[in-house]
């Protein structure tokens, strides 16, 4: 057993930290909120409602790993959906048009803060900050109200769902309703095995821990670390584009108020997956169960009726604590065996 | 080690069962937020009548204004298999989805207060709130019948409308109450200018009114807090509120009725005339779902009792579409008596903390 715990990575120890705590989470929320977590259903659910955050927060993932962060992603979701909501139903914008407006307001804010962070060499916190100012500020200027989608292209694809077969239930009448999930889902699960794969098998991907984890020693190996860095925010941009679409695809409407505090979700998602804010260490695995972890807890708070809304908070403030302690109690009994 | 965790958390899920199993009636409340007084005595009012006490297990949500919130959560309910879906929708468009979900699941849903706009009625079992039309309807009557008790002909009377929120149900019908009067009596409507339900912004409406209309000598304000911004910014420019509109004095007229100052500034003549806006649903929604229990007739839209009040007694009753309605006249007691019925648990908690700030 320890020397099992010896052996493994550091990535590979908090992941498996968050899965078990995650399982266990799970666990607690069956036996004490009852039958309805134990329908597959409510797991669907929280995958459908949450699928953009995991797309978001695995951009943040990989922005963290390469040791930089990036706080844009909420106002760029909440300009994604407004744009696109406006080019549908005020210009009679087709559906694929308004993807590729995601993806070009993704692609522009990628680039333009990863050109200001890596060869600019300007804080990322500060070139986001003004970023998340500025989408949030455009957000507004392309529309002030908040209005639902009735574009029926999109309305009909919002409401396409993915049957998952024999995962079913049967409801107090005793017919069998179907398990579902959105489209949504497919592609944050898709954008997951990518980034899996980018930063697990290739060498770019071992560049990005290479560069987090100590930047002076990438660079004596040769690794161009301003190129690094730049196509993590440009990725993350990207990621923000796809995951604006498919926060729009999920809500069908356009507000400025959208995805309010989604950065900092997607940053507590990362954290609880085992990303470490110091970069190098990181999964998108991880990531995804912090995102799971996350809206799990939400979830059983509202299943439990706790009225007041900021208890979510209170119980995500707590739960960031505890895996930060879990964190490095296990990391400094780790180095500890390792000594001896 | 793995095992012994699992099996022990087995024999806590058997114990905690238990009690469950008893015959409450599990009801489920999206409400869409806590911006208002009246939104806060909305929620108190469904708080105080579904307790464990009546029979119920309440699962409250609060969606922070957010129509997604309210849809999650109303899925979170149907996963947990409620008897009974309450919702206070924040907007009418979206709802077909998720209300199909729940008639999928057999859950009766009630909504509450605003409506929804949906392709088939049959997705929600029924709606209970206030009729905002009628509401205008009384006061527009009122202000027809108080000026010709004054001599007064309906072409000098020089009304603005400071709206409500645009679109919200509320503003859609006090405005066409009053536009009804307007068409039926002849009333001179200088302005419709927005004030989204706010006080500062009802000042600011009121402020460029007055610049712009001279001759203005009637306000008419969607609700309260706009009516408090509308008397700020008259006073500020040495305007007196009150009934005697021949000799230069601005009538105030306001809806909602909930907060303890509206009615000592009707008991003061700032405002004329108050419509109430009920938010009392609570009793309303539990005497539904105890009708549906024992398997009675329900009517599709369920109005609640509204009065309008004022201090003037000239005028006793109003009849609008052969209905009476009565005016109640209010005195310092009637106020006293009518807090006392809003005052119930964490509601009265939340006034007395912002009175000590």
Redesign the interface.
């Known amino acids: 057993m320890k020397k099992k715990l010896m052996n493994m990575s550091d990535t590979n120890l908090l992941l498996t930290i968050t899965i078990v705590v995650f399982v266990v989470m799970y666990?607690?929320a069956?036996?004490?909120?009852?039958?309805?977590?134990l329908?597959p259903?409510?797991f669907f659910?929280i995958l459908n409602?949450n699928a953009a955050l995991i797309i978001l927060s695995c951009g943040l993932s990989l922005v963290m790993i390469t040791g930089s962060i990036d706080i844009s992603v909420g106002g760029i979701t909440a300009l994604v959906s407004m744009c696109c909501a406006v080019y549908l139903d005020y210009h009679g914008g087709s559906v694929f048009g308004s993807v590729m407006i995601a993806l070009g307001i993704g692609l522009a804010f990628g680039l333009f803060q990863g050109l200001l962070i890596a060869y600019l060499d300007i804080q990322p916190f500060i070139v986001t900050l003004a970023g998340m100012f500025f989408a949030r500020g455009m957000t507004t200027i392309v529309h002030t109200?908040?209005f639902?989608v009735?574009n029926e292209a999109f309305v009909a694809l919002k409401?396409t769902r993915i049957i998952v077969p024999g995962m079913g239930s049967y409801?107090?009448?005793g017919?069998y309703?179907n398990a579902y999930v959105e489209i949504g889902v497919i592609v944050a699960l898709l954008v997951v095995a990518i980034m899996f794969v980018l930063l697990r098998k290739t060498r770019q991907g071992r560049a990005f821990y290479a560069v987090g984890g100590n930047g002076q020693s990438a660079l004596m190996l040769g690794i161009n670390v301003k190129r690094t860095k730049f196509i993590a925010h440009l990725i993350c941009g990207i990621l923000a584009g796809i995951g604006g679409y498919v926060y729009f695809l999920?809500?069908?409407?356009g507000?400025a108020?959208h995805a309010s505090g989604a950065e900092m979700n997607a940053i507590a998602s990362s954290i609880i997956g085992g990303t470490m804010l110091t970069g190098g260490v990181g999964n998108i695995i991880g990531t995804l169960f912090g995102v799971l972890s996350l809206s799990t807890i939400q979830?059983i708070v509202?299943?439990?009726?706790l009225?007041?809304?900021w208890w979510t908070g209170i119980t995500i403030a707590a739960m960031l604590c505890l895996f930060l302690v879990i964190q490095s109690v296990v990391m400094a009994r780790k180095k500890k065996m390792t000594k001896k | 080690m793995i095992l012994s965790f699992s099996s022990c958390k087995k024999e806590v899920k058997e114990e905690k069962t238990e009690p469950e199993t008893d015959n409450l009636i599990v009801v489920g409340f999206s409400q869409l937020g806590a911006e208002s007084d009246w939104r806060a005595a909305n929620t108190e009012s469904m708080k105080s009548v579904f307790t464990e006490k009546n029979g119920y297990r309440l699962i409250f949500d609060d969606a922070q204004q957010k129509q997604a919130n309210q849809i999650t959560s109303v899925r979170n309910f149907i996963q947990q298999e409620v008897d009974y879906i309450v919702i206070a929708p924040v907007t009418e468009k979206g709802w077909d989805t998720v209300l199909k979900e729940a008639k999928d699941a057999n859950i009766p849903v009630i909504i509450v207060d605003r409506r929804v706009d949906v392709s088939d009625e049959s997705l929600f079992t029924c709606w209970v709130g206030s009729d905002f039309e009628l509401e205008g309807k009384k006061m527009a009557e009122w202000l027809y019948r108080f000026t010709a008790e004054h001599d007064i002909a309906p072409e000098d009377v020089h009304i603005a409308n400071i709206q409500g929120t645009i679109g919200a149900t509320a503003q859609i019908g006090r405005t066409n109450g009053l536009r009804w009067a307007v068409e039926e009596y002849g009333f001179d409507l200088l302005a419709e200018v927005p004030g989204e339900f706010t006080k500062a912004r009802g000042y600011e409406a009121m402020e460029s009114l007055l610049a712009d209309y001279p001759d203005i000598n009637v306000v008419y304000c969607e609700n309260d807090n706009e009516a408090f911004g509308a008397i700020e910014a008259c006073e500020a420019v040495g305007r007196i509120v009150g009934t005697d509109i021949q000799n230069g004095e601005i009538m105030i007229l306001s809806f909602d009725g909930v907060k303890e100052e509206a009615l000592t500034d009707v008991l003061e003549g700032k405002i004329a005339c108050i419509g109430e806006c009920n938010p009392l649903h609570g009793p309303r929604v539990e005497s539904l779902i105890a009708r549906l229990e024992a398997d009675q007739s329900i009517s599709k839209y369920t109005y609640v009792d509204e009065e309008i009040f004022s201090a003037d007694e000239s005028i006793e009753s109003l009849l609008i579409d052969n209905t009476v309605y009565n005016v109640i006249r209010l005195t310092p007691e009637y106020v006293e008596e009518r807090m006392e019925l809003f005052n119930v648990g964490s509601y009265t908690n939340t006034n007395q903390s912002q009175d000590a700030y």
């Not at chain 1, 069956?30 to 977590?37: A, C, D, R, T």
């Not at chain 1, 509202?302 to 009726?305: E, L, Y």
Request: proline residues 3%; glycine residues 10%.
């Open positions: 666990l607690c069956i036996i004490f909120e009852g039958k309805g977590f329908k259903q409510t659910n409602a109200n908040p639902n009735e409401e409801n107090k009448n017919t309703v999920h809500v069908g409407s507000a108020s979830n509202s299943s439990a009726g009225d007041q809304a």
